[in-house]
């Protein structure tokens, strides 16, 4: 089991920034990718940004340009810097710890709260 703790979410301002970070418990081997994810109230939750352990990365359209995911030399933190943030990006956010080769093994955060409001 691998253990996820979130931190960095809170409210700001339209506009604004906000650096989530996510810690697990087990580092990044090559057949995994961390990421965030989130959920807006009534709302489906969807991938925002994934990272692997070549920093390769995957963003949603609706954050290119706007977020930037990164990891650290230990594989096992990864960071979500989000800036110009918009109302519309108010959701709770998931990190993920997932194995791309066996399907079903992934891990969740408990979720941290982004409220973007003036």
């Known amino acids: 089991q691998v253990q996820l703790v979130e931190s960095g979410g809170g409210l700001v301002q339209p506009g604004g920034s906000l650096r989530l970070s996510c810690a697990a418990s087990r580092s990044m081997f090559n057949h995994h990718v961390m990421g965030w994810y989130r959920q807006a109230p009534g709302k489906e939750r969807e991938l925002v940004a994934i990272i692997d352990r070549g920093s390769n990365t995957r963003y949603a359209d609706f954050v290119k340009g706007r977020f930037t995911i990164s990891t650290e030399n230990a594989w096992n933190t990864v960071y979500l810097q989000m800036n110009s943030l918009k109302p519309e990006d108010t959701a709770v956010y998931y990190c993920?710890?997932?194995?791309?080769?066996?399907?079903?093994?992934?891990?969740w955060g408990q979720g941290t709260q982004v409220t973007v409001s003036s």
């Open positions: 993920n710890y997932r194995n791309v080769i066996v399907a079903g093994d992934e891990h």
